[in-house]
C-alpha cells in the first residue's frame, strides 16, 4: 500500500470513530412533552379562543424551516359570537418561541 492510502484510511478510521464516540442528537421524549406543553400554551393564549385545545397531532417542519404548526380548537369568548366553536391555525417560531395565529374556521 502506498503513503496515500494509508493516509485514507486513517482518515476514515479516524472519522469512523469520531462518529461513533459523539453524542446523539436526537431530543428526549421529555424533551418533545416539553416542547409540545409550550406549543399548545402558547398557541392556545395566541389564538384567544376559550378552552383551546391541540386538534390532532403537531405538524413538526424540518429545522431549515423552524416552525411547528398546531391546529387549535375552543369557542369565541366575545358576546357577539355567542360562544360559538371556533378554531385557529397556530405557527410556532421555534427560534422566537412565539406563537403566530389566524383564523381556521372553514378547515376541515
Not at 416542547?35 to 431549515?64: I, M, N, P, R, W
Not at 369565541?76 to 378554531?87: A, C, D, I, L, N
Not at 427560534?95 to 395565529?101: D, G, K, L, P, S
Amino acid at each position: 500500500m502506498n503513503s496515500s492510502s494509508c493516509s485514507v484510511l486513517r482518515l476514515l478510521g479516524a472519522m469512523a470513530v469520531i462518529h461513533l464516540a459523539s453524542p446523539a442528537l436526537a431530543a428526549s421524549p421529555e424533551a418533545w412533552a416539553a416542547h409540545k406543553a409550550e406549543v399548545v400554551s402558547k398557541c392556545s393564549a395566541a389564538s384567544d379562543l376559550k378552552g383551546g385545545t391541540l386538534v390532532g397531532a403537531l405538524v413538526e417542519y424540518d429545522d431549515s424551516v423552524g416552525f411547528t404548526a398546531a391546529l387549535i380548537a375552543g369557542t369565541y369568548p366575545q358576546q357577539h359570537m355567542k360562544h360559538q366553536p371556533g378554531r385557529s391555525l397556530c405557527l410556532f417560531d421555534k427560534r422566537a418561541r412565539t406563537a403566530h395565529v389566524s383564523p381556521a374556521d372553514d378547515l376541515k
